[in-house]
């Protein structure tokens, strides 16, 4: 492939939202050692993208200038590095490429062997394309700070998810319900029906005094909080929560650093998590199954063509999205 040209959007400096996003052609990136040379087939969004692009991050992720964003992607194997072992040239599969490499809004990119697992036939690219970030978090935020045994097997535990029409909320609702849990959940007015198709037990709106309150309809404290909306306080969580319940804060701002290191400091029963995603492709290959044997719903906001990437990345920007966004070359 080497010298050959490929369509791509990147961006070149902080800022601009979608109108800094430009259109390229760039040489197809070669996979090194441990590396896989992916034909994508869809990329998802992830707000981690816009925010990086933004600059608000750039303590965490500077970036090097230009750059091709995304991360989230399925595909055909076109080309494998030297160390490739366990995938050869025509393999469906999944990959999470990592933040600081990105290349996923493009018509081909480079992940490692280590993150990239392979795609059953009866699970589209685009459902693949959704799960690396969103559900990983999901996962992630469930199985290990908050201890819900996705089996079943773990004694009965009440869960509110901030969020749950989201791209992470909308997986962790459905994977909080294989556990032994109660599920209260927060959308907008709109998305309240499809919330509780998901599994949700009871769904708060989140405009409404008892949803900015967070008060379980049925009265229960929580023992677990996902949080995947932004900007609720301390404050609010608090009177919620069970003796030891945690609230495991997916978009932590410099409040939730300070609640975390007070809890801490004051041996407080009740703490605030803040959670970084620290990706597995085991946990990517659970996720997989679970979608093949339709145990797990992946909800499609919109689908974009690479063309017109830059209407995802508005539409990611606004807020708005029920589910997840694709872009497909
Ligand atoms: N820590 C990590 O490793 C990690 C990993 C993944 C994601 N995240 C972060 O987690 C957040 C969620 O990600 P996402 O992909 O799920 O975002 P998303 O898909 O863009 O979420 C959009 C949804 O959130 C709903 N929403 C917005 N504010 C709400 C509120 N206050 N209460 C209830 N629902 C609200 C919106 O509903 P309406 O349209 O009705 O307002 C919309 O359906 C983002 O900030 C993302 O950066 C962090």
Not at 73 to 93: H, I, L, Q, T
Not at 154 to 163: C, M, R, S, V
Not at 268 to 286: G, H, M, R, T, V
Request: a positive charge; one cysteine or more; hydrophobic letters at 40%.
């Amino acid at each position: 492939m080497a010298g050959k040209l490929m369509h791509a959007l990147q961006y070149s400096k902080y800022g601009g939202g979608a109108d800094g996003l430009k259109h390229v052609e760039v040489p197809v990136p070669t996979p090194h050692k441990d590396e896989i040379l992916l034909k994508l087939e869809a990329t998802s969004i992830n707000p981690v993208d816009w925010k990086i692009q933004k600059g608000g991050l750039r303590p965490l992720f500077p970036r090097k200038f230009p750059h091709i964003p995304g991360t989230d992607v399925a595909g055909e194997v076109f080309e494998v590095g030297p160390g490739v072992k366990n995938f050869k040239v025509g393999d469906k599969v999944v990959a999470k490429i990592s933040l600081d490499v990105g290349g996923g809004l493009a018509e081909f990119a480079v992940s490692k062997e280590s993150l990239t697992v392979a795609r059953p036939p009866e699970v589209s690219a685009v459902e693949a394309s959704a799960l690396p970030v969103a559900g990983l978090t999901a996962h992630q935020a469930l199985t290990q700070p908050a201890g819900i045994k996705l089996d079943g097997s773990g004694k009965q535990a009440n869960i509110l998810i901030t969020a749950a029409s989201g791209g992470v909320g909308h997986l962790a609702v459905q994977l909080a319900k294989l556990g032994n849990t109660h599920v209260t959940a927060t959308c907008g007015a709109r998305n309240i029906e499809f919330v509780k198709s998901l599994g949700a037990d009871e769904v708060l709106d989140y405009r409404t005094p008892e949803g900015a309150a967070l008060k379980s309809p049925s009265g229960r404290k929580y023992d677990a909080v996902i949080h995947c909306a932004t900007g609720i306080p301390w404050s609010t969580f608090e009177p919620n929560l069970s003796e030891n319940g945690k609230v495991i804060d997916i978009t932590p701002g410099p409040n939730a650093f300070l609640t975390f290191a007070v809890k801490k400091v004051t041996c407080s029963k009740k703490q605030l998590i803040p959670l970084f995603l620290s990706p597995k492709a085991e946990n990517l290959d659970y996720l997989l199954k679970l979608v093949q044997e339709r145990k797990l719903k992946v909800v499609i906001d919109s689908q974009h063509p690479l063309s017109k990437a830059e209407d995802a990345w508005a539409r990611s920007i606004s807020g708005r999205a029920t589910g997840k966004i694709i872009v497909e070359p």
